[in-house]
């Protein structure tokens, strides 16, 4: 079974310059997160969808970063502009189930590293 | 208090030692527990859920207690292939609605020849 796809693997921009990111989560999962990982630190949630609706995105910085998943299967997180700190990891993941159901694993993406100079 | 608070680490043991994670949380209502193991950059992943009665699977063993809000993982006769970081991860939220998982910082684990 395919994983979780995302494109480019490695980006470097300057910072005030736009950058964007591509998922494809498993076939048949409805639910799709964008997660964002600093060095030396665990994943944070920046935005949750089920389907193509957004259910949290209450982490997600709605100045310069917008994601959407327009027919519920691909999703693009797009950052403009970007700054230093948003240097990390952008992270990908996917699960059948909405919720923390018992047995809903959630499956990560090889990530999205951006370097922001 | 941070959210999930573990272990700094790193932790460096011989192949075949004993070792032990431990992780706290602050939100007394979580339901749902796990820990993920992450390689070298590499993403992400589960490797047990933790149930409140506890479970092992084969060397390893997570274990529980509400009352204390802690979440520990033991790792038996170390591996060199068990070298990762290993991430504490709770859902904060109860029910089934946003699953919105929070991880801890990670502790490392090197498993030396």
């Known amino acids: 079974e395919a994983g979780v796809a995302q494109s480019p693997r490695y980006k470097i921009i300057e910072k005030r310059q736009s950058v964007a990111f591509w998922c494809n989560p498993i076939?048949?999962?409805?639910?799709l997160y964008w997660y964002q990982q600093i060095l030396g630190q665990g994943p944070k949630l920046l935005i949750q969808?089920?389907?193509?609706?957004?259910?949290?995105d209450s982490q997600l910085p709605k100045d310069r970063f917008s994601a959407e998943r327009l027919k519920g299967v691909d999703s693009t997180l797009k950052i403009q502009p970007a700054k230093l700190e948003d240097s990390a990891v952008y992270l990908c993941?996917?699960?059948?189930?909405?919720?923390?159901?018992?047995?809903?694993?959630?499956?990560f993406g090889e990530g999205s590293w951006l370097t922001v100079v | 208090r941070k959210e999930v608070e573990q272990d700094p680490g790193p932790f460096n043991v011989p192949e075949g030692a004993t070792v032990a994670f431990n992780c706290t949380y602050s939100?007394?209502?979580?339901?749902?527990f796990f820990w993920y193991r992450q390689d070298c950059r590499k993403e992400p992943k589960l490797l047990m859920s933790?149930?409140?009665s506890g479970n092992e699977d084969g060397r390893f063993t997570a274990q529980l207690n509400r009352a204390s809000q802690y979440i520990s993982l033991l790792i038996r006769d170390s591996k060199l292939s068990d070298s990762a970081t290993y991430l504490c991860?709770?859902?904060?939220?109860?029910?089934?609605?946003?699953?919105?998982?929070?991880f801890g910082k990670g502790t490392k684990l090197s498993v030396i020849p």
């Open positions: 993941a996917s699960s059948l189930k909405v919720g923390g159901l018992s047995g809903n694993t959630i499956y």
């Open positions: 076939s048949g999962h409805a639910t």
């Open positions: 969808f089920q389907n193509n609706g957004v259910v949290d």
């Open positions: 939100n007394s209502a979580s339901q749902s």
């Open positions: 933790v149930y409140s």
């Open positions: 991860v709770v859902n904060p939220l109860p029910g089934a609605g946003s699953y919105q998982l929070t």
